[in-house]
């Protein structure tokens, strides 16, 4: 079974605060991925990685940056932890898949962190 | 634009019984792939189905099928004999050959079933 593990389902930060959180999958996958979710927003991504030290910037990537120093582990820093950066975050990873569209090639998610920055 | 569409924030549905959940989406791209996710209240995002741009038949899996109406650029969940675990948040997602990495997502249906 596929696993993409999350370092903290809940987090409470103060204001100005660096913040990390971890992702960890075990399938040798490719691409990994960083989201937030919102109400009424759904997912947003923020930051993605389709190689070892290799990233490009999601739709919000602004007040994020992100780490990958090995395939399995992704890491997003808030700098500076504001309070609207409070929110769901959802890490997943995927395979590329040489025979896409022919083939599933799905994105499996962690459990989320809620992190509350007060 | 490319582009999700899921015109339904809630549905509401009867034990036992079925329900659709619409997805129209936009690309001009002729290779895509459609996803759908469900998010229960804990929050994990589980992959339901995937149906290909190039897949003949609609996609099915279990009590979840797919109705893929290409032309009308639609790929509807069908949720058959609903469940109380299957009240969630439902995702479709589509994944583009021009950037074949990431998902372009929906905003979201809230299923609730009802006893």
């Known amino acids: 079974d596929v696993k993409v593990t999350q370092s903290s389902r809940y987090l409470v930060k103060r204001t100005g605060e660096k913040v990390f959180l971890e992702c960890v999958q075990d399938?040798?996958?490719?691409?990994m991925f960083w989201y937030r979710q919102d109400p009424g927003l759904g997912l947003r991504l923020i930051y993605f990685?389709?190689?070892?030290?290799?990233?490009e910037k999601g739709d919000i990537p602004e007040g994020y940056s992100v780490s990958r120093e090995k395939k399995e582990r992704f890491s997003l820093i808030l700098e500076s932890a504001s309070t609207n950066q409070t929110s769901m975050y959802l890490c997943?990873?995927?395979?590329?898949?040489?025979?896409?569209?022919?083939?599933?090639?799905?994105?499996?998610f962690g459990p989320g962190t809620r992190l509350t920055v007060t | 634009a490319q582009k999700i569409t899921q015109t339904q924030p809630g549905m509401f549905v009867q034990e036992k019984e079925a329900v659709t959940l619409d997805c129209t989406y936009d690309t001009s791209d002729p290779s895509y792939g459609l996803f759908w996710y469900k998010q229960p209240s804990s929050g994990e995002m589980i992959f339901l189905i995937y149906?290909?741009?190039?897949d003949q038949q609609n996609a099915t899996e279990g009590r979840y099928s797919l109705n893929f109406q290409k032309a009308r650029k639609s790929a509807n969940l069908v949720i058959s004999a609903s469940q109380l675990g299957d009240s969630a948040m439902y995702f479709c997602?589509?994944?583009?050959?021009?950037?074949?990495?990431?998902?372009?997502w929906g905003l979201g249906t809230s299923l609730a079933v009802n006893p």
């Open positions: 399938m040798d996958h490719e691409n």
């Open positions: 149906q290909g741009s190039y």
């Open positions: 997602a589509m994944r583009l050959a021009g950037n074949n990495r990431k998902l372009i």
């Open positions: 997943a990873s995927s395979t590329q898949g040489a025979g896409w569209p022919r083939g599933t090639y799905e994105q499996y």
């Open positions: 990685s389709y190689d070892v030290k290799m990233k």
